[in-house]
Each structure stands twice: as C-alpha cells, then as structure tokens.
C-alpha cells in the first residue's frame, strides 16, 4: 500500500507538469499505472473514497469455509465482503 504522503507528493508534481509520469514513478518507487491513477484521479489519498458506505462486520468464532472463495475463515470473510463491495453496479459491459 501506497502511503497516503507519497500520493500527496505525486497529486503535487503531476499538477506542476514539469516531470514526466515515467521521471515520477521512477523517483517515488511506483509504477507508472499507479502515477497515471494519481493523474486521472482514480487513486486518492483517501484509500476509502472510492468504497461505497457499507456495513462491516467483524469476524468472530472458528474458523469455517466460505461458501464464496473456499478459504478457512472466521465469518464473515473479509475478502469476500470487499471483493462484492467492489462489483462495478448495473448491466454487465461487453
């Protein structure tokens, strides 16, 4: 994960235009995807902008299969909740 400092710092030269996203990326340690994000504004500081408000609940008690991924898990299982959170909403696009 990207410290929300260094997002800062990206969203700060990519706005003066005096670096390529390439110098970028190179001297802050990321990808150049992760530059061209900070740019287009698809990649925040606020890692939670982009999740709509859901309700989470914590795992408790043993360890059981999720039924979605198969993995041993304390329900409810967190990668689960978050890869449906995801989900784009609507029609499918082909």
């Known amino acids: 994960m990207i ?3 260094v997002i800062k710092q990206i969203q700060f ?11 970028i990326a190179t ?6 995807g992760t530059v061209q994000a900070v740019a287009n ?5 606020n890692v939670l902008s982009s999740v709509k408000t859901a309700i989470w609940v914590a795992p408790s008690g043993k360890p059981k299969r999720c039924c979605y991924c198969g993995s041993w898990v304390k329900m409810p299982c ?3 909740q978050l890869s449906m959170e995801q989900q784009p909403v609507g029609p499918a696009q082909e």
């Open 41 to 45: 504004g698809k990649r925040t500081d």
């Open 3 to 5: 410290k929300n400092e």
């Open 78 to 80: 967190l990668a689960c």
């Open 27 to 32: 001297f802050w340690g990321v990808s150049r």
């Open 13 to 23: 030269y990519v706005r003066q235009g005096r670096m390529s996203q390439r110098k």
